[in-house]
């Protein structure tokens, strides 16, 4: 009688716990849906943003919608924010369309700087504040001041690209990072300047940034 008492108890104690089982793994799936659910709309949300900038630069919907997919590769490609990216492109297209650059130098520099930024190891915040003081240097035709402080202190390679781009300028002239304190409050470093750098340093930044382990 004992041993049936004994059997039976252990029976509706491994139902117990069968029937907890099941209510926990049914819990853990609603979880893991509702997260996928605020993913998803977090993601839709950023997609809408994105869109809105780039129909600022391009002509229709169709153009946004397609000029955001070549920016999520290039996103993705640098390790970067898909919204942030987004916005970079969007103040440096309208920055390059004003010296003559086209839609896909744009493109070219932002993944460009991006990459150059995610090399020096800035934390999220710090490179979205260095990706802005370039961009606003862009926008406003030269760099100096706070923007020139911040390329010197978080981008020495594209300070070395812009010293080369201006020593081939001046005829032969060897132009050195250092030489840039003196040559930045004389208007020198123009955007053209800065978007011919960035080019320049395209291939070299491509291949230190192929050996980064991304976190």
Do not use: C, W
Not at 8 to 31: E, P
Not at 139 to 148: A, I, M, P, S
Request: charged share 20%; proline share 2%; glycine share 8%.
């Amino acid at each position: 009688r004992l041993n049936q008492i004994l059997n039976q108890g252990t029976r509706y104690h491994y139902a117990y716990g069968q029937s907890l089982s099941g209510i926990l793994s049914g819990l853990n799936s609603i979880a893991a849906a509702s997260v996928n659910v605020m993913k998803f709309i977090d993601f839709g949300d950023t997609y809408q943003r994105s869109i809105n900038k780039l129909t600022l630069v391009t002509k229709s919907a169709e153009d946004a919608r397609n000029r955001l997919y070549t920016l999520s590769e290039g996103a993705l490609a640098s390790y970067g924010n898909l919204e942030s990216y987004t916005a970079l492109y969007t103040r440096l297209d309208m920055a390059l369309k004003n010296i003559g650059g086209t839609a896909s130098e744009a493109i070219a520099v932002t993944q460009t700087l991006s990459k150059t930024v995610s090399l020096a190891g800035l934390t999220s915040a710090e490179a979205s504040s260095a990706l802005l003081q370039i961009s606003q240097a862009f926008n406003k035709g030269k760099l100096d001041g706070d923007e020139f402080r911040t390329v010197m202190e978080t981008m020495p390679p594209l300070a070395d690209a812009i010293a080369r781009e201006l020593s081939r300028a001046s005829g032969g002239v060897k132009i050195l990072r250092g030489d840039l304190l003196n040559l930045a409050p004389k208007g020198k470093i123009t955007a053209e300047v800065m978007k011919r750098a960035v080019i320049s340093m395209a291939e070299e930044i491509d291949a230190r940034f192929a050996k980064l382990t991304p976190t």
